[in-house]
């Protein structure tokens, strides 16, 4: 039996000891004003809510606030999720110096950009799972 986390804790070898750093997984997501910003944002929370990463500020971040660009730096990961071809997200991250992100195009997904159209929960599935093979792939 092996030591775990520097205690007096024993523990099988390959087996987990549950006091490692968990992996800090970063959402952002398009605010823009079509339906594919909606399918965005409401991927990022649904992905959010089953424990896939935490949405943080996009808008912090292009705001240039000092803390929350700290924040995504130090962060494992940052998955911005862009609505459209515009990258307003990636725009975002570039231009604060940040490179330690992958980003999703909800457009690529074979999703139309409409002005006036409501996210469906099909797209939002969609947008869903893609993010969860990219995280699940290492990037």
Known sequence: MAECCGKNKAKAPGESCGCEKKETV???????????????????????????????????????????????????????????????????????GLTNYVQIKVTDLGIEKVKVARATEEQVATVVAKAKDVLAAGR
Request: hydrophobic letters at 40%; one cysteine or more; glycine letters at 14%.
């Open 26 to 96: 970063l959402l952002y997501a398009c605010s823009g004003g079509a339906n594919v910003a909606e399918v965005a944002d409401q991927a990022a929370r649904q992905l959010t809510s089953q424990g896939s990463g935490s949405m943080f500020c996009l808008a912090g971040i292009g705001a240039g606030i000092p803390g929350m660009i700290q924040t995504a730096r130090d962060a494992d990961v940052n998955l911005v999720i862009d609505g459209c071809p515009m990258d307003c997200g990636k725009k975002v991250f570039d231009k604060a």
